[in-house]
């Protein structure tokens, strides 16, 4: 079994910057892909970032040139640094691992981006 814990999210004015953590416990390594959903309240869900095991990664159009994922492989661990936030990333962020075939998920993270 995999368990993930995600930390960082919170309040920020527009244009301010947060950083989320995920950090992955049990049975894994850092070989398997993670990366980080978003979800608003009416909207579909959004992947955001996605990190390979090997470092590719990828982004959703709305957040190029603003988010960073990377991934601190002795700890499990991967991060989002989101800079320049707007409003409309205002929602709950999701932690995910793609665990032998199978995706796990972070309880969700709240971040607000408001004056």
């Known amino acids: 079994q995999v368990q993930l814990m995600e930390s960082g999210g919170g309040l920020v004015q527009p244009g301010g910057s947060l950083r989320l953590s995920c950090a992955a416990s049990?049975?894994?390594?850092?070989?398997?892909?993670m990366g980080w959903y978003r979800q608003a309240p009416g909207k579909q869900r959004e992947l955001v970032a996605h990190i390979s095991g090997g470092g590719t990664t990828n982004y959703a159009d709305s957040v190029k040139g603003r988010f960073t994922i990377s991934r601190e492989n002795v700890k499990n661990t991967v991060y989002l640094q989101m800079n320049s936030l707007k409003p409309e990333d205002t929602t709950v962020y999701y932690c995910y691992i793609i665990w032998r075939g199978a995706y796990y998920w972070g309880q969700g993270t709240q971040v607000t981006v408001s004056s």
């Open positions: 049990g049975s894994t390594s850092s070989l398997y892909d």
